[in-house]
């Protein structure tokens, strides 16, 4: 025991202790935190929530231009936790999925535009980026396959909750003349546009009273919290998915003749009517900014304005920039820098507003920075994903399996409908929840395929 605190004190106390002495307090916590780490480490289920909780949290730390989020400090406890059960375990075998490919190839043209950029430093980055998105694919499917997929999306769930509720606090706390997104920042609106839908097939499901009235909660604070962000990008997701998923489930229903779920469904125009009314009665105050922003964006359409005019302008960039490098783009990471490729969008008054901007549009960006072969390995990955939604949405299941096979259906159906409009799918927590969806959807397809 002696020796044993001896080793200890020389490789966390002393050299935390030398940090201080050196006035580096930030440094110093470090050392502290390998015991910590050394136990997430060696219990990978502890650390898998502990991952998804992270999606909820944006904290950057900055060296340079490069920003490490908390959810990659858990990811990589997580998978270094993967690693160690791999390599010492008697069995082991790598499980193969038609996504991988799709994924490989996405890295791969993702590669070539680096190869090809104006900057390749500005790629280094993303590129990075994508191979840690697949890496984390892999692990959360590893994970999918041993922990029951419910679980996890019950969790997941959860959380949003939670999330909602901080940023309704958020929202009265300011009497709604702000714009506010709660600890998740701007992520807030990829994680309750998919949590909306997964909610409604729980709900549809569901023959517990009390558990009806658990997802209705949900569904009225996640509504809220998409209102609260004033953003009108989740309004339209949730406008355009729910009514495509309510036919499905209907057909499903039909099909299926599950009566109880059909008077279910039904119920959801009752709790989509008392959404109704909560926004209607708040929207001259709490709401008002946000229906501000989206008259905004209906009057946008005859005469583009305010933030709908500054995308056209990065939308007409990205255009332009694709023009360039048709094939390989300007390259993965350097649209931030498009004016020094194209040095007349300077002139444009504009610009100064959305210089080192994304192209806010993930098909136009990666068409700018990829080009073809990115764009069309993107749109592989999306059509692999949607493939296997199709086929668990189509399939006969048990009662206890159809809530969950649809609502991995409803997350992918977000995903490939906000994927055409959405200003990021690709990096930060949206896109470890990108590597979330088709982890679930992927795990779920692979046991029923070798059921």
């Not at 994903?385 to 399996?401: F, H, I, N, P, Y």
Request: glycine share 6%.
């Amino acid at each position: 025991m002696r020796l044993a605190l001896g080793l200890l004190a020389a490789i966390v106390l002393v050299p935390a202790a030398t940090m201080l002495w050196l006035n580096r307090p930030l440094l110093a916590i470090l050392p502290l935190l390998t015991v910590p780490a050394v136990w997430l480490v060696t219990t990978p289920r502890v650390t898998l929530y502990l991952f998804l909780l992270s999606l909820g949290v944006y904290m950057p730390y900055y060296t340079g231009s490069f920003a490490v989020h908390p959810m990659d400090v858990a990811l990589a406890l997580l998978a270094v936790g993967v690693v160690l059960e791999f390599l010492l375990r008697g069995q082991t075998e790598i499980r193969h999925t038609g996504i991988d490919r799709a994924y490989l190839f996405l890295i791969g043209a993702t590669i070539l535009s680096a190869i090809f950029a104006y900057n390749y430093r500005l790629s280094i980055v993303p590129v990075l980026r994508i191979i840690t998105l697949y890496i984390a694919f892999r692990v959360l499917f590893k994970f999918a396959l041993e922990v029951p997929i419910r679980r996890l999306l019950e969790f997941y769930l959860a959380l949003i909750f939670v999330l909602s509720l901080i940023t309704t606090g958020q929202l009265i706390a300011t009497g709604g003349a702000l714009r506010v997104f709660g600890p998740a920042w701007l992520a807030m609106q990829y994680l309750t546009m998919v949590a909306v839908p997964v909610t409604i097939c729980f709900f549809v499901w569901s023959d517990n009273p009390w558990q009806k009235l658990r997802y209705t909660v949900y569904v009225l604070f996640m509504v809220i919290a998409i209102l609260a962000t004033q953003s009108r990008a989740p309004v339209v997701a949730v406008a355009a998915v729910v009514p495509l998923l309510l036919v499905v489930l209907y057909w499903r229903l039909r099909r299926d003749k599950l009566t109880y779920a059909y008077r279910n469904l039904r119920a959801v125009i009752f709790v989509a009517g008392l959404a109704g009314l909560v926004i209607v009665t708040l929207a001259g105050t709490l709401f008002a900014g946000a229906f501000d922003r989206i008259a905004e964006f209906i009057a946008s359409w005859h005469q583009p304005k305010g933030t709908v005019a500054l995308r056209l302008v990065l939308w007409s960039a990205a255009l332009e920039a694709f023009a360039e490098n048709v094939l390989f783009g300007v390259g993965i990471g350097n649209f931030r820098v498009v004016h020094e490729i194209l040095p007349h969008l300077k002139l444009n008054p504009t610009w100064r507003w959305v210089q080192g901007m994304s192209a806010h549009n993930v098909i136009l960006h990666y068409l700018a920075e990829t080009g073809l072969v990115g764009t069309i390995a993107l749109l592989t990955v999306a059509v692999s994903g949607a493939r296997m939604a199709l086929r668990t949405a189509g399939e006969r299941l048990s009662t206890e399996q159809m809530p969950v096979a649809m609502a991995l259906f409803a997350m992918m159906l977000t995903f490939v409908i906000t994927l055409l409009y959405m200003r990021a799918w690709t990096w930060e927590q949206s896109g470890y929840l990108m590597s979330f969806i088709f982890a679930l959807n992927t795990a779920w397809r692979y046991k029923r395929d070798r059921a």
